[in-house]
């Protein structure tokens, strides 16, 4: 498919999609002041998490605190980045423009990017503390989790996020529209065919992984 059939049939389907990321007024402040809410109180009680396990030291001295401060790590990440781009999708008129040059392409790569690894890093903390948890009180007999294995699964589970998260480095791109705007997509072929089946063998790979 050469580039200018990839700008008719950006120009054909993102309009379409767009006009559902568009509410009216009030349902874009209602969920604007929405969104803003969330983003203060997350950030506000996750950060008194990380103080109390840092700080107290009658905390400090569970293994299991480790991961409550990883799980409200990306808590914090997960909640930015994913109300900043909610924001900017649904609430203020931006759709799927972009930023036009280098600096568009680039910053589209890595929102995608920070997206998808504070998403994988949050379920891949829960998995982490759904086992201690099992083997703290159905196996409560053995020998629990220790401090090492417990830093080891965390760093693990930053290590498979971002793993998951480095396909946003390659598959997101900004092309000009015919309108003369840029949009970003993600684009792992311009053929429309090999585009669907690496995006199938992606979202596989993603819950095999996770």
Not at 3 to 24: K, R, T, V, W, Y
Not at 54 to 74: G, P
Not at 76 to 88: A, K, P, Q, R, Y
Request: aromatic share 8%; hydrophobic share 45%.
């Amino acid at each position: 498919m050469n580039q200018s059939n990839f700008n008719a049939e950006a120009h054909n389907i993102i309009p379409q999609s767009c006009l559902l990321l568009h509410p009216g007024l009030i349902t874009k402040a209602i969920l604007t002041t929405a969104y803003v809410v969330l983003l203060i109180a997350a950030c506000t009680v996750n950060t008194i998490v990380i103080y109390l396990m840092r700080t107290c030291k009658d905390l400090r001295q569970s293994t299991f605190n480790h991961l409550i401060i990883n799980m409200a790590v990306a808590d914090i990440m997960d909640v930015c980045f994913s109300t900043i781009t909610s924001l900017s999708f649904i609430c203020m008129f931006v759709g799927f423009n972009w930023i036009s040059g280098y600096g568009g392409k680039i910053s589209c790569k890595l929102v995608c990017f920070s997206v998808s690894v504070s998403i994988g890093l949050s379920i891949s903390a829960l998995v982490i503390m759904s086992v201690d948890r099992y083997m703290a009180i159905v196996r409560v007999m053995t020998n629990p989790i220790s401090s090492a294995t417990t830093k080891k699964c965390i760093a693990l589970s930053w290590i498979v996020s971002v793993l998951v998260g480095v396909p946003c480095l390659y598959k997101m791109d900004t092309r000009e529209s015919e309108g003369g705007s840029t949009i970003f997509r993600s684009v792992w072929s311009d053929d429309p065919e090999e585009h669907l089946l690496y995006s199938t063998l992606e979202e596989c790979g993603k819950v095999l992984i996770l």
